[in-house]
C-alpha cells in the first residue's frame, strides 16, 4: 500500500518562502516520478512541478520556473517542494504525487496514480 503525506503548508507574506514535504510509504518510491500539483478555489488542478524515474531530472511549469525547486531524498523516502519569492497567485492547495511505473516523467495528472490529501498554502499579506 502506497501513502503520501504532505506537510509544511501555511500563510507567508508576499515575497516569503516555505518547504512543502511529501513523506512516501509503501513501494520505494525513488523507482517512480514524482510530481506536485495544485488547485486554487474554482481552478482545475494545475502542474506544479515533477522529478523524473531515472536520473532525477527536474521540469516546471512556467508560472513557478526560477522560484519553485523540487528534490527528491531517497533515504528518507521523502520529496520537497522549496517555494520561494511566493505570490498570492500561489495559494493552493498543494498535492504531491507518484506518476505510473511506465512514465520516466510527465505533467499529466492521469499519469499519477498515488495522490496525498493535500497541504493548504496561502500567500498573503
Known amino acids: 500500500q502506497v501513502q503520501l503525506v504532505e506537510s509544511g503548508g501555511g500563510l507567508v507574506q508576499p515575497g516569503g518562502s516555505l518547504r512543502v514535504s511529501c513523506a512516501a510509504s509503501g513501494r520505494t518510491f525513488s523507482n517512480y516520478a514524482m510530481g506536485w500539483f495544485r488547485q486554487a478555489p474554482g481552478k482545475e488542478r494545475e502542474f506544479v512541478a515533477g522529478?523524473?524515474?531515472?536520473?532525477?531530472?527536474?521540469y516546471y511549469a512556467d508560472s513557478v520556473k526560477g522560484r519553485f525547486t523540487i528534490a527528491r531524498d531517497k533515504a528518507k523516502n521523502t520529496v520537497y517542494l522549496q517555494m520561494n519569492s511566493l505570490k498570492p497567485e500561489d495559494t493552493a492547495v498543494y498535492y504531491c504525487a507518484r506518476a505510473g511505473p511506465s512514465y520516466l516523467s510527465t505533467m499529466i495528472a492521469n499519469h499519477y496514480d498515488y495522490w496525498g490529501q493535500g497541504t493548504q498554502v496561502t500567500v498573503s499579506s
Open positions: 522529478i523524473s524515474r531515472d536520473n532525477d531530472n527536474t
